[in-house]
């Protein structure tokens, strides 16, 4: 059967959704007035605040307040007023009778959100935990917001997951249209939706749309996962991760144990806040990990790794702070961590979108996908977009539920504003107002434009998918394809996911590696972890995808650890990026810096016209702090964006047109989907190669007479995989093409997949192969660095232009002692 493939999709049109928002609202109360108190502590403590009560110890203080009403709690340290900027305390939120945890918060300095559900009449803990630096004071303010049983959806029927049947790119765009809850997960011939209920079915139907039920039950589904982790935790004391741990993390479990990881491991740990704060002012924490972590400007080259772009996908922070522990864990006592640790550079961000993912892990589960589904939640928490009724509230509290928010991962700059992206601010992938408008999107890119990352993974649910650029078919392939397909398959031959360009499916714009790759020239991609669901059983989705265990596609063959591991040999090989090496005296700067300007996409409007695309400004400016000879790794000096397209010189012309006859006999119809069942038809056809001919694609096209019924077809190899295949409806032709075919033996499988009642039978009358000649290179043009050589005072000593190209190492000499010029 075919590969299955799955990718990000358009989830969730407003109407469908927000159909009961007006009962929300008017269920909803005010939030109270927020009470101010000061924490004060005379020393700190080395603490997990969250780990437990501990009023009356070291480094503690708090107090007492009872929830006016049932819904929210929301806990915030304001650290404005404290004599000391750098100050970190932590805060938790305990339920005093039973001690039960009920919010934490505990990132690197003391901008702290904490936000939990509590019951009308609770009497709550609330507990600061001054964790280093001078501040003996904290200034904390407590807000409560009811809710009323109005906010979820009582539904009649339950939600399911289907599987609906989109065979083509424009099956998949006219789904796109019919305002349904559609969901990420999708192969080449489906496309899986989340129906509400019977209404939303017959909308399917009526559309013409045809599905298979997957779940019929969608919180009972959910109700089931939860089961199988509390099960999962009850008999497992410590799993085999590196971390040990048994069940899925909340923020402050990911903040506090970077932070622990740089206190134990100070010469090889360095944790940081990354410059912009959250939409709500949560600090975004990562860690960096290397030899002299501190040290920044080393020249080493970098391997980024970062999860949860999207809030429900759990797996994909986890998998990040895994890799991290693994890391830590590994140097010193395993060589070959040691060696890449000592050839690399790492960082890790587990959690780019921390107000997303608190309100998703913190939500009271509803299993519905509706609109106060909150635990299905996937964009950010920006108001600014939604209409004025919908802007009002706290995140986790708020009248358009789920819904409001930008999809971060379609707010970078590559090719924003395209296809593959809403306009709609309800929709789940609502791209923003503007490229780069989300300050989550900005840590990023400041990040990767300011440190040369040669190489970098974005994690996601559900796949399971290595993705390379480019996300947009029209953009062509890259200049680097045939090294992208090789340390993407370097990752696959690992986890078992399908290694293939973001388009194969469908186009997406505005992703975090189609910016990062065109515009710096690091290596990027996109895994897409596990295949059962956003937030699928820890024990499968995060330790079988880690660890490479049944049920998972890299059982056996070392899965995610073994990929990550891929990947950060390919960040020490620099023939994967570009080195340049020389001399400078001690105290001195070099810095490479470029600034251009990039167009977007033509930007798609509201109503489906286009606007001229709109330029916007990147600046990569990298420094290294040498002293004596020194070996510098970056990204080639000429960014992709412009360094032409991939291709190849026809050697032989393709091979010419071939007509297939139709076999004796009419096969029933079969609705199966599978190539393989009968009834079918097959013919075998073969497919030549140099010296004779030279294919860089073939097309195979069938006809018959009445677009009223439908045929489809399914191209196979010799091996009996489908490599290609075309099944439209609507039409009265299919077409499938094979991108740069080995030659050899293959066959056309013709599936009569439904004739129109009481007519005579409608037989294919044609079956062509064409062979087309490979697309030419384009040539691009060359780009340079300027190179610049800063003394201690910060005066200018030396500057030139350095071109180097991907593979290349340049030796600049002993630069900073000439005349500049």
Request: aromatic share 8%; with cysteine; net charge negative.
């Amino acid at each position: 059967m075919a590969q299955r493939f799955l990718r990000k999709w358009k989830v969730a049109g407003s109407a469908a959704l927000l159909a009961v928002t007006g009962a929300a609202v008017a269920g909803q109360t005010e939030a109270s007035a927020a009470e101010q108190r000061t924490l004060t502590a005379a020393q700190s403590q080395v603490r997990k605040c969250h780990g437990a009560v501990a009023k009356g110890q070291r480094g503690v203080a708090g107090f007492e307040i009872k929830a006016p009403s049932t819904g929210l709690v929301r806990v915030q340290l304001d650290p404005s007023n404290a004599r000391n900027k750098d100050e970190d305390w932590d805060v938790a939120v305990f339920e005093k009778a039973s001690g039960a945890l009920v919010a934490a918060s505990a990132g690197l300095r003391s901008y702290e959100i904490a936000d939990g559900n509590v019951t009308s009449g609770a009497t709550l803990w609330v507990q600061g935990c001054r964790y280093r630096g001078d501040a003996r004071t904290v200034s904390a303010a407590v807000t409560f917001v009811g809710t009323s049983a109005a906010t979820a959806r009582a539904a009649s029927d339950p939600a399911q997951l289907v599987a609906v049947d989109t065979p083509t790119r424009e099956a998949k765009q006219k789904l796109n249209k019919q305002e349904l809850d559609v969901t990420e997960s999708a192969t080449e011939s489906t496309v899986d939706v989340v129906l509400h209920g019977k209404a939303d079915a017959d909308k399917l139907k009526g559309a013409g749309f045809t599905f298979t039920v997957k779940i019929p039950n969608l919180a009972d589904h959910l109700k089931k996962t939860e089961e199988a982790d509390k099960a999962y935790r009850q008999r497992t004391p410590r799993s085999d991760l590196p971390s040990g741990r048994t069940e899925y993390r909340r923020l402050a479990d990911y903040d506090y144990e970077m932070k622990e990881l740089a206190r134990r491991n100070p010469l090889l740990v360095k944790a940081f806040a990354l410059p912009h704060r959250s939409v709500e002012g949560r600090d975004i924490t990562g860690v960096e990990i290397a030899i002299n972590a501190a040290n920044k400007a080393d020249g080493k080259p970098i391997f980024f790794n970062m999860g949860v772009h999207h809030a429900r996908e759990w797996p994909a922070g986890e998998s990040a702070m895994e890799w991290a522990t693994d890391l830590v864990n590994g140097f010193g006592r395993e060589a070959r961590t040691t060696r890449l640790v000592a050839q690399t550079r790492n960082i890790v961000v587990p959690i780019v979108n921390p107000d997303g993912f608190s309100i998703s892990r913190q939500a009271t589960p509803l299993g519905d996908f509706t609109t106060f589904d909150y635990e299905m939640k996937r964009k950010n928490c920006q108001p600014d977009d939604a209409p004025p009724q919908y802007q009002t509230g706290l995140c986790p509290a708020n009248p358009a539920g789920r819904l409001r928010g930008v999809d971060l991962n379609r707010n970078y700059g590559g090719f924003w504003g395209g296809p593959g992206a809403s306009t709609n601010w309800s929709s789940d992938t609502y791209r923003g107002s503007e490229p780069f408008s989300e300050p989550e999107a900005q840590n990023i890119r400041e990040l990767v434009s300011s440190r040369a990352v040669t190489n970098l993974i974005t994690n996601h649910t559900y796949g399971p998918l290595v993705l390379r650029p480019p996300g947009v078919y029209a953009t062509g392939q890259a200049v680097d394809e045939p090294l992208l397909a090789a340390v993407g398959k370097s990752m696959t031959d690992h986890n078992g996911y399908a290694n293939i360009p973001g388009y194969q499916l469908y186009d997406t714009t505005g992703t975090t590696e189609d910016w990062t790759y065109w515009v710096t020239g690091g290596l990027g991609y996109t895994f897409e972890i596990g295949n059962a669901g956003f937030h699928p059983p820890f024990a499968d989705a995060v330790i079988g995808e880690y660890l490479g265990r049944a049920p998972s596609t890299g059982a056996g063959k070392g899965g995610n650890r073994e990929a990550y591991f891929a990947m950060l040999e390919s960040t020490a090989d620099s023939a994967h990026h570009s080195v340049i090496k020389g001399e400078a005296p001690p105290g001195h700067t070099l810095r490479v810096h470029k600034e251009f300007q990039t167009p977007t996409s033509p930007v798609i409007q509201p109503d489906g016209s286009t606007a001229p695309p709109i330029m916007y400004t990147d600046v990569i400016d990298n420094t290294i702090r040498p002293v004596g000879p020194f070996t510098w790794h970056v990204n080639p000096s000429t960014r992709p964006y412009v360094a032409g397209r991939y291709g190849r010189y026809p050697t032989a012309p393709p091979q010419p047109a071939q007509s297939l006859a139709n076999p004796p006999g009419q096969p029933g119809e079969n609705t199966s989907g599978d190539p393989l069942s009968d009834p079918r038809e097959v013919v075998p056809f073969t497919i030549g190669g140099t010296p004779q001919y030279d294919n860089g694609s073939v097309r195979v096209r069938m006809e018959w007479t009445d677009p009223a019924n439908d045929w489809d077809l399914f191209i196979l190899n010799e091996q009996d995989e489908v490599v290609s295949q075309a099944a439209s409806f609507g039409t009265n032709y299919e077409e499938a093409l094979l991108i740069e075919p080995v030659p050899g033996n293959y066959r056309a499988v013709l599936v009569n997949y439904d004739q129109v009642d009481d007519t005579a039978y409608d037989d294919w009358t044609s079956l062509v192969v064409t062979g087309e000649s490979p697309k030419p290179p384009v040539p691009g043009v060359t780009e340079a660095y300027t190179l610049t050589c800063e003394r201690p005072n910060g005066s200018i000593a030396a500057v030139r232009q350095v071109i180097v190209g991907r593979g290349q190492t340049v030796d600049v000499g002993d630069f900073c002692r000439r005349r500049k010029r």
